[in-house]
């Protein structure tokens, strides 16, 4: 009977082992059908929400796209990104995608640490939910002009636990110290970025330019050279300096786009981005 009980006892605890991962406890369940979840709330205020989008079959190995709008950082709304979304959804299936909301500056809030804090809560949050959601913990980060500046800067500083594998900056500032915007006569265009501080070094701080490292992940840079908003500077710059450090990156400048570009100019980054998608994040 004792050696009954203990094979009893055996068969249990093998059991109980085999219906855990390795990852601390997480069960893997099969045949997970596509969903997609809208406004999932990650903090008590209105615009600390995003929308995912979870794929057919995912495992605790699935990768996950982060989505960041623009809007000067004071405006802006996740939909504008849809278009991307749709892209990542259709060209990259065995991704997640996340796609969202952050709170907004004002003359009495600042935009930092209050947008990378929110960032930071949202993939804690993926990572805390990761049994519900079924995906794993590596990231890729996109975002347009403001959120492309946020996108940088989280990758580059914020990741410590080195989780992101590809960033991707359409129009997004990088130096915020750049002499171009301190001597315009852009009062407007000034303002929007002394939100940040008034000193050179206040400035330099949150600049994607001068916190990249050797150790900063793969970055795919798109810009317009007549864009009135971000000077040339901005992603020149930031080219030589990942080319400097060594950082695994792709560049490109379209002579006639502004702040955002249609056409062949779109489809030719539609085609270098899902490129490097598949190559620093899917595979």
């Not at 605890?13 to 997609?36: M, R, Y």
């Not at 749709?86 to 640490?113: C, G, H, K, M």
Request: hydrophobic share 40%.
């Amino acid at each position: 009977m004792k050696r009954f009980k203990n094979i009893i006892g055996f068969v249990f605890c093998l059991a109980l082992i085999l219906s855990c991962s390795e990852d601390g406890g997480l069960v893997p369940i099969a045949n997970l059908e596509a969903i997609a979840i809208d406004n999932v709330s990650y903090g008590e205020d209105p615009d600390q929400v995003f929308d995912i989008y979870l794929p057919a079959d995912r495992t605790f190995v699935t990768k996950v796209m982060i989505i960041i709008h623009g809007g000067g950082w004071r405006a802006g709304d996740k939909q504008d990104l849809d278009g991307y979304k749709e892209f990542i959804i259709e060209q990259s299936p065995d991704l997640a995608v996340v796609n969202l909301n952050y709170r907004l500056a004002d003359d009495d809030t600042p935009p930092l640490p209050m947008q990378t804090d929110d960032i930071t809560s949202v993939i804690n949050h993926l990572k805390e939910n990761q049994q519900e959601y079924q995906i794993g913990t590596d990231l890729g980060f996109l975002g347009a002009s403001a959120g492309a500046h946020l996108s940088l800067l989280w990758s580059y500083v914020h990741d410590t636990e080195e989780q992101v594998k590809m960033v991707c900056s359409i129009v997004g500032p990088t130096n915020l110290a750049d002499q171009a915007y301190l001597n315009s006569d852009n009062q407007d265009l000034k303002d929007l970025f002394f939100q940040f501080g008034e000193t050179i070094e206040e400035l330099e701080e949150v600049s994607p330019l001068h916190r990249v490292t050797a150790t900063s992940p793969p970055t795919i840079l798109f810009y317009g050279a007549k864009d009135p908003l971000i000077p040339n500077s901005q992603g020149l710059d930031l080219k030589d300096r990942l080319e400097e450090l060594g950082v695994v990156h792709e560049f490109t400048l379209y002579p006639d786009a502004g702040h955002g570009w249609s056409g062949d100019d779109l489809f030719d980054t539609a085609i270098k981005l899902k490129a490097f998608i598949e190559t620093h994040l899917v595979n």
